[in-house]
């Protein structure tokens, strides 16, 4: 149903901004949360935490005149109750149901999808290279990006084409300007901002082996090769290419201080294999990786901050409430790291999630070879990256 399909309650209830619900999660208070969309959508994704109380009843079970007993019953309570939605309507319709049966509800503002444009910037504090280095955090989707900021200029590392007018605002704020927008990879979770930042003055990159895709633009972007340097203020990004999740897979090490290894390695787990070749290919592509882990990532020096590109619920921030790690750490921490490779491909098949809502379509749009305007590519993005290989850490205590 569309919003303006649902009867007016004859109580009307406040909305809460997504914004104002993330701060209340993030600052440990209590959350109690009635999600009113589809069984299914709320299996695939939804608001998460230690502090959050939540509970799935579909908003069908409101329309009657008289709401059952039964299902009052299922409904928690809180202080107040945040009812949301996909997009707002229903749930101030069930709010307001809610409210006429004297519950303390509010409604979240834009439901889901107001949630999905949450988009926060925190600084890397143990970055020590030139100029100072932001992570970018995408709390529906776990999506990360990178903005280094260094005399004057300013580059962004996985940028997602729905903030585009976030990074060049964020630089301006910054003083810099922003010089350079690089992609790790063809991803498949999200549609890439390099074209659009491109568009608007940015340099876009992207990496030359991704060219094997078929990549219909790489000729109208800079082509970054295993080795190259782009300077941006004080600062350099190096390239690194470390192939596995993708055949494409590149890593940026900004600044000799912190490596951004899109899906190669994240704080929690290794990249999962089977986005580009499926199943059949996953075991080539682990090796792959293995291979780019061992050569490429760990021998960089301990104190090599990792960053990648995505973070789940199994990821601890660390005390400056990035996602990121030194390798030395992780290195302690993940056994994944240190196992031979037979052992390592076994690990890496044994437990993969499923595969991203409507990976192949943003797949295929972000190779250029088909078109996705803004909402299209919204919506196309929306649920949870699910690029790693395991649900769960593969980091021990």
Not at 111 to 137: C, F, K
Not at 143 to 161: F, M, T, W
Not at 340 to 347: A, I, M, Q
Not at 368 to 396: H, I, R, V
């Amino acid at each position: 149903m569309d919003a303006d399909d649902f009867p007016t309650p004859a109580v009307e209830v406040d909305e809460i901004e997504p914004s104002e619900l993330k701060a209340q999660i993030d600052a440990g208070e209590a959350v109690t949360i009635l999600d009113a969309r589809m069984n299914g959508d709320f299996d695939e994704w939804h608001i998460d935490g230690e502090n959050v109380e939540i509970a799935n009843v579909p908003y069908f079970h409101f329309l009657e005149d008289e709401v059952e007993a039964d299902i009052l019953e299922q409904v928690p309570e809180g202080e107040p109750l945040v009812v949301l939605c996909a997009k707002g309507g229903a749930s101030a319709f069930v709010a307001g149901k809610l409210a006429e049966n004297g519950r303390d509800v509010v409604h979240l503002d834009e439901g889901m999808n107001g949630w999905a444009r949450i988009y926060e910037r925190v600084e890397v504090s143990r970055y020590d290279g030139p100029g100072t280095l932001y992570q970018y955090q995408r709390p529906s989707s776990g999506c990360l990006g990178y903005l280094l900021v260094s005399d004057g200029e300013a580059a962004v590392v996985d940028p997602l084409r729905a903030f585009t007018d976030r990074y060049l605002d964020d630089a301006e704020e910054l003083g810099a300007e922003l010089t350079y927008a690089f992609d790790t990879h063809i991803h498949a979770d999200h549609i890439s901002g390099v074209r659009a930042l491109d568009d608007e003055g940015v340099t876009g990159v992207i990496p030359e082996a991704a060219r094997q895709r078929d990549v219909t633009y790489i000729d109208e972007l800079v082509s970054a090769d295993d080795g190259d340097e782009f300077a941006v203020g004080d600062a350099t990004v190096e390239t690194v290419y470390t192939p596995g999740h993708t055949s494409g897979m590149t890593s940026y090490l900004l600044g000799d201080s912190l490596l951004a290894t899109g899906d190669g390695l994240f704080i929690e787990s290794v990249a999962r294999p089977d986005l580009e070749e499926g199943d059949e290919g996953a075991p080539d592509a682990a090796r792959q990786l293995y291979e780019s882990l061992q050569t490429k990532v760990l021998t960089q020096d301990d104190d090599v901050l990792v960053g990648g590109a995505h973070f789940s619920d199994a990821a601890a921030p660390a005390e400056d409430g990035t996602y990121t790690a030194p390798i030395g750490q992780l290195r302690e921490e993940m056994d994944a790291l240190t196992m031979d490779e037979d052992d390592f491909v076994e690990t890496v098949l044994a437990d993969m999630p499923p595969r991203p809502a409507n990976y192949e379509d943003i797949i295929a749009t972000n190779l250029g070879q088909q078109t996705a305007d803004d909402d299209e590519a919204f919506e196309l993005e929306l649920g949870p990256n699910n690029c790693a290989a395991s649900q769960d850490a593969l980091t021990g205590d």
